[in-house]
């Protein structure tokens, strides 16, 4: 196969927008996914490739990113073959013998047209009426050539540096439109599909890349006017057979976060994304209040029973979490009752008192001593309530 003509690779590979018009969260998917495919690409040849593309197809690429990458390696402009119908193995072998360096230089040849533009018109036939109007040979030698024929020094191609630099409105000239997106880094929303036009498929990918419902929920209304409810969510993936496999992962996901989190409420709504709040009601929905519940039960029973001194301590630095359980007065109680026994029964000076029962504890004697100044135990402080010695 010979090498494409820069014409036919203009055809091909026409621009549908403006590099900057790409929207940034689409350029970091197909960042990403060229990093995973073993083909890094800079952040210019990412939006010069995905140039190419109408904004419509932003969707698709985020679906062909946000999985695994098919084949190795694959850049930006793979990417775009890729959706455009080529299989990812194709993609593969011309990213590895430079064809798609040939379609980079190709568009950086001059000002690239955008797509319907005359530049990418096709050239007057060479069999036709143009070729029969000729002048025949013999008219060529010996006479000039009339001055519309004469060849014309073409105009400088701009450098580098003039091609990059900022476009200078000129002076009491308006944008267009005031809602027109500015700047290289300009974030366009993208176009979200309904939930009646995703498959199973999209709307499985949907869900192993957001983890459950409630996030997935808040992608699919970034951007609406009107929120989508999570009931209609509920009635896709019904539809589509996923329901019952999305809430045992959510189960899964609930009850493994508090446990992860010693029965916190608070703590596994932040590991999940989610309100303490929304977690309650949740659970709820899932059916799993119950089991909440027995978790959390048993964190208290575990934080107010008897255990070594070193835990006990370093609880009580912990009031938040004592607070999600609801039980800072309880366990305050029960470790000021136990420190001020152990303390009515040690002789000497304050800091003797405090380093003999700090061994006694098996603790260190600063743990010891910030846990008795914070419930005012500690003795000859102003707030102790303890006997002094003789």
Not at 194 to 208: F, N, Y
Request: aromatic content about 4%.
């Amino acid at each position: 196969m010979g090498r494409p003509t820069p014409l036919l690779m203009h055809n091909l590979w026409a621009r549908k927008r403006a590099a900057d018009e790409v929207p940034t969260p689409v350029a970091v998917a197909v960042a990403d996914f060229c990093r995973r495919a073993g083909a890094p690409a800079a952040p210019a040849d990412i939006r010069d490739a995905l140039s190419v593309l109408p904004p419509e197809e932003d969707f698709r690429v985020r679906l062909l990113t946000d999985a695994e990458p098919p084949a190795r390696p694959l850049g930006p402009y793979a990417v775009v073959d890729v959706l455009s119908g080529t299989p990812a193995s194709v993609a593969a072998l011309r990213e590895g013998c430079g064809y798609y360096q040939l379609v980079k230089e190709i568009l950086a040849m001059g000002p690239a047209p955008l797509a319907g533009s005359p530049a990418l018109e096709a050239p007057p036939p060479v069999f036709g009426p143009a070729f029969d109007a000729a002048p025949p040979p013999e008219a060529w030698s010996g006479s000039p050539l009339p001055e519309t024929a004469k060849v014309r020094p073409s105009a400088p191609s701009p450098t580098l540096a003039e091609r990059i630099a900022p476009k200078r409105r000129p002076p009491g000239a308006r944008p267009t439109s005031p809602a027109a997106p500015r700047g290289r880094f300009a974030q366009l929303p993208s176009e979200q599909p309904s939930l009646e036009a995703m498959d199973a498929q999209q709307l499985a990918s949907l869900l192993r890349q957001h983890g459950h419902r409630p996030a997935l929920l808040r992608t699919l209304n970034e951007g609406r006017a009107t929120n989508v409810p999570a009931h209609a969510l509920d009635r896709s993936l019904e539809r589509t057979g996923l329901l019952e496999a999305a809430a045992q992962t959510e189960r899964e996901l609930v009850l493994g976060a508090l446990e992860e989190q010693r029965g916190a409420l608070g703590r596994a709504a932040w590991a999940l994304g989610v309100r303490a709040g929304e977690l309650t009601g949740w659970a709820e929905r899932l059916g799993i209040a119950s089991e909440v519940a027995r978790i959390r039960d048993r964190f208290r029973r575990e934080a107010l029973q008897p255990v070594h001194w070193t835990a006990r301590l370093d609880l009580l630095g912990k009031r938040k979490y004592l607070e999600d359980l609801g039980v800072t007065s309880d366990f305050e109680h029960s470790v000021s009752r136990d420190l001020r026994h152990a303390l009515e029964s040690t002789e000497g000076s304050p800091e003797e008192r405090t380093a003999v029962l700090a061994t006694r504890l098996g603790v260190t004697p600063e743990a010891l001593r910030r846990s008795l100044l914070r419930l005012g135990l500690f003795p000859g402080s102003p707030s102790s309530t303890l006997p002094q010695p003789a």
